[in-house]
């Protein structure tokens, strides 16, 4: 119980931290004058420092055969959706505000999270979309819409 209480923090304090990003990355943005060279700025300054983490705990090391195992497909999209997800946190934070954007990427995530969650996609566990969860789904989407034109 405690494990889940401690990783539910985690996931909240993550919540917190993108919402922080997303107005330091709209500012960037706005000191430079473009929306993608802030984006590549912070992906970029995130690459080196899970690189440099990866190195010194030995959890990266290069030519791992684990690696190549990986299908090209997921280096992909991994990759490119986050650069994606970055991106347009930064665009769209100026022009919605802070609160509107988290809210309406966060029921965006939490309706494909139901969706594969439902199905079992892309490994995660099946947990079945049941009235309640449908209910969460919904009331969630009405927060954000209500966020974003109230």
């Not at 769209?92 to 969650?117: E, F, K, S, T, Y």
Request: charged content about 5%; overall charge positive.
């Amino acid at each position: 119980m405690l494990a889940k209480i401690l990783l539910s923090a985690f996931a909240l304090t993550a919540g917190v931290a993108f919402s922080v990003q997303s107005g330091i990355n709209a500012g960037l943005a706005r000191q430079l004058g473009s929306s993608l060279i802030a984006a590549t700025i912070s992906f970029s300054v995130g690459t080196i420092a899970l690189t440099t983490i990866g190195l010194a705990t030995g959890q990266l090391v290069i030519g791992s055969g684990s690696l190549k195992s990986v299908p090209v497909w997921m280096w992909l999209s991994g990759g490119l959706l986050g650069a994606c997800i970055v991106y347009s946190s930064v665009l769209l934070v100026p022009r919605l505000g802070v609160a509107a954007v988290a809210a309406l990427i966060i029921a965006g995530q939490l309706i494909a999270a139901a969706v594969m969650d439902h199905y079992g996609l892309l490994g995660a566990p099946v947990h079945e979309l049941t009235v309640l969860r449908m209910t969460g789904l919904l009331l969630l989407i009405m927060g954000a819409v209500l966020v974003r034109f109230t």
